[in-house]
């Protein structure tokens, strides 16, 4: 069992940068695959970034490469999303969630957390 809660989320311009959090529970984390997805209003769930349990590979959506670095420290079961340039259609419910596997579809993950929301005004 994973407990996941994120954290970091707010109201910020476009161009300034936001770091999330997700602070995990349970002895599985560090054999765990983790990512990020976001959830627009009227939107389905996306992939966003995903690290596999050593941080030897790292899985990025397009619509961030270059401006979003997905990292995680097993030491503090925390994983994190560092999201530079901030643009307004970034706006959504961020939400970490693990996997045995790094794989970007949703429906494989077992574990969730409850998501923080990511506004970015223009």
């Known amino acids: 069992q994973v407990q996941l809660v994120e954290s970091g989320g707010g109201l910020v311009q476009a161009g300034d940068s936001l770091r999330l959090s997700c602070a995990a529970s349970g002895r599985t984390f560090a054999i765990s695959a983790m990512a990020w997805f976001r959830q627009a209003p009227g939107k389905e769930r996306e992939f966003v970034s995903g690290?596999?349990?050593?941080?030897?590979?790292?899985l990025y959506a397009d619509s961030v490469k270059g401006r979003f670095a997905i990292s995680r420290d097993n030491g503090k079961n925390t994983l994190y999303l560092q999201m530079n340039s901030l643009k307004p259609e970034d706006t959504a419910i961020y939400y970490c969630a693990a996997n045995q596997v790094l794989i970007s579809e949703a429906s494989h993950y077992d574990y969730w957390g409850q998501g923080t929301q990511v506004t970015v005004s223009s």
């Open positions: 690290i596999s349990a050593t941080s030897s590979r790292t």
